[in-house]
């Protein structure tokens, strides 16, 4: 059976006040429940020590190099040294802002597997993309070269994450069905290039306005394995409950 999960990427919010506040919300809602915390990196070390066996915790980002003179860059090696155990590559901003592309976001998958971290994998097609018919193609490529030269045991730390750019930060939402198609072709990808058995296993998330309103009708479909949640995992109450949807 796969693993399912649901991550939180709270981007560029939260002051550590707050963030203190919103962890010890989540760990008083979660139960018996589990959840990863991809927080900014001021708060890394925080986050570390107030979080117990039912939270994990992430970083939203790394550098694709493995140290020397690189202001302002954090290091696979830094992460793992907080204790950090995911790390989200190659989200969609990260691609758009930083001008980020699939050389980019393999590189920063092998350092992150050479730590010892779960890279969460990002993919996804634009609106213009996705209008025009080719998101697939779009999407078969940003897979295949993200993952050229990892081998299936590298492949087993990796988490994907359909993130249909159109959706994301919009209020819009792929339909069910429209995720479940891309997550049925991802899955055969990974059968095609590594094995059946590898993708069957493999946990692919979907991300794109999930709420606690569509959450449940969203992992209704079997190869929909969680959710990558931003805006509603700023409010631990809300996303609890897409926690506890899955």
């Not at 900014?40 to 992430?58: M, N, S, V």
């Not at 592309?101 to 092998?110: E, F, P, S, V």
């Not at 025009?132 to 994450?161: F, P």
Request: hydrophobic share 40%.
């Amino acid at each position: 059976m796969r693993r399912k999960i649901i991550v939180a990427n709270w981007k560029m919010n939260t002051s550590l006040d707050e963030a203190i506040n919103l962890i010890i919300d989540i760990k008083n809602l979660i139960g018996d429940d589990y959840a990863v915390l991809c927080v900014p990196y001021t708060h890394l070390g925080t986050a570390q020590e107030l979080a117990d066996d039912r939270i994990g915790i992430g970083a939203q980002n790394l550098c694709s190099r493995e140290e020397g003179a690189y202001t302002g860059e954090i290091s696979g090696k830094m992460l793992a040294s907080f204790g950090v155990e995911y790390v989200i590559v190659g989200h969609s901003e990260r691609r758009k802002y930083f001008s980020e592309n699939n050389t980019d976001i393999n590189a920063k998958l092998k350092i992150a597997i050479k730590n010892d971290l779960s890279p969460i994998l990002c993919f996804g097609e634009s609106l213009e993309q996705r209008d025009k018919g080719n998101y697939l193609e779009i999407i078969k490529t940003q897979v295949e070269e993200a993952l050229q030269d990892l081998n299936a045991q590298d492949l087993s730390s990796v988490i994907l994450a359909y993130e249909p750019i159109w959706a994301i930060g919009t209020g819009q939402t792929a339909s069910p069905q429209q995720a479940q198609e891309v997550h049925v072709f991802v899955r055969k990808l990974i059968s095609e290039n590594y094995s059946p058995e590898l993708a069957n296993k493999i946990c692919i998330l979907y991300g794109g306005s999930v709420k606690s309103s569509n959450a449940k009708e969203i992992f209704k479909e079997k190869d929909i394995d969680g959710a990558l949640v931003g805006g509603a995992s700023l409010n631990a109450s809300e996303f609890i409950k897409i926690v506890k949807a899955i």
